[in-house]
Each structure stands twice: as structure tokens, then as C-alpha cells.
């Protein structure tokens, strides 16, 4: 079965949310978006489908600010994923966040691509998408 373009959105904030939606779907024409609330939320969608490919999504946008589970809790437990689902899931980490302790330790993270701040705009995944 041929894997369609999915994005998973993990962000707790539904304005956020709303926000990310109304751009990857007038900017980028995406329609498969899957809405996660939580970091957790996310793994166990990941975990439930690691062996359907076709059910993963091929670009994950992580807000890095969550409660419970931040983005780096996140990256910390997707780390633990075999490789060929952390290969199949590219991970873009949005943030208004300003810590540059955190910040620095998303961009240097091995399973993310880069970091955008938050909101996105039409032009934010250009490099990406």
C-alpha cells in the first residue's frame, strides 16, 4: 500500500492547533492531519501503529512547551522506537519558547530536523515540506 503524506501535530494549546491546521491546509494543501493533545497522546498513537506504515506520519510538528510530557520528554521516549519508524517520522519542533537551554537541546537532538518558532506561517516549512 502506498503511504500517503501524513502530519501528526502534537500540541496542547487548540488555538495553536487551529493555528498549524488553517496553515498546513491552505499553504501546503495537506489533508491528512492527525491532532494529538499530548506527548503521550502521540506515542501511544505511534506504538499502536508501528507496524502500519501506511497509519504513520511522515512529518511530526512537536510543540516543545507541554504539560505532563514536554517536547523533549517526548523525543526522549520516540528515541526508544526502533529505527524504521524514528527513519519514517521526520520531527519539526515548534516553539515560542526562549530557554535556550531547551532550545539548544531540541536542535541537537538527532531526531529532529530543525525548530520553528511559534505560529506558523505559510513560509515556515518551506525547507521541510
Same mark, same amino acid.
Given at each position: 500500500?502506498?503511504? *500517503? =503524506?501524513?502530519?501528526?501535530?502534537?500540541?496542547?494549546?487548540?488555538?495553536?492547533?487551529? /493555528?498549524?491546521?488553517?496553515?498546513?491546509? #491552505? $499553504?501546503?494543501?495537506?489533508?491528512? @492531519? &492527525?491532532?494529538?493533545? +499530548?506527548?503521550?497522546?502521540?506515542?501511544?498513537?505511534? =506504538?499502536?501503529? @508501528? =507496524? *502500519?506504515?501506511?497509519?504513520?506520519?511522515?512529518? /511530526?510538528?512537536?510543540?516543545?512547551?507541554?504539560? @505532563?510530557?514536554?517536547? &523533549?520528554? %517526548?523525543? =526522549? *521516549? %520516540?528515541?526508544? %522506537?526502533?529505527?524504521? !519508524?524514528?527513519?519514517?517520522?521526520?520531527?519539526?519542533?515548534? #516553539?515560542? +519558547?526562549?530557554?535556550? +537551554?531547551? @532550545?539548544?537541546?531540541?536542535? +541537537?537532538?538527532?531526531?529532529? !530536523? #530543525?525548530? /520553528?518558532?511559534?505560529?506558523?506561517? *505559510?513560509? $515556515?516549512?518551506?525547507?521541510? &515540506?
Amino acid at each position: 500500500m502506498e503511504r *500517503k =503524506n501524513r502530519i501528526m501535530v502534537v500540541d496542547d494549546n487548540l488555538i495553536d492547533q487551529m /493555528i498549524t491546521v488553517r496553515v498546513l491546509k #491552505t $499553504s501546503y494543501a495537506e489533508e491528512e @492531519i &492527525i491532532l494529538m493533545e +499530548s506527548a503521550a497522546q502521540a506515542l501511544a498513537y505511534l =506504538n499502536e501503529n @508501528i =507496524n *502500519k506504515p501506511e497509519l504513520l506520519p511522515n512529518l /511530526i510538528l512537536l510543540d516543545l512547551d507541554m504539560p @505532563i510530557m514536554n517536547g &523533549i520528554g %517526548f523525543l =526522549n *521516549k %520516540f528515541n526508544q %522506537f526502533a529505527d524504521g !519508524l524514528k527513519d519514517a517520522c521526520r520531527i519539526v519542533v515548534l #516553539t515560542a +519558547s526562549d530557554v535556550l +537551554s531547551d @532550545i539548544e537541546q531540541m536542535r +541537537s537532538h538527532p531526531n529532529v !530536523l #530543525t525548530l /520553528i518558532p511559534k505560529p506558523l506561517n *505559510k513560509y $515556515s516549512l518551506n525547507p521541510v &515540506i
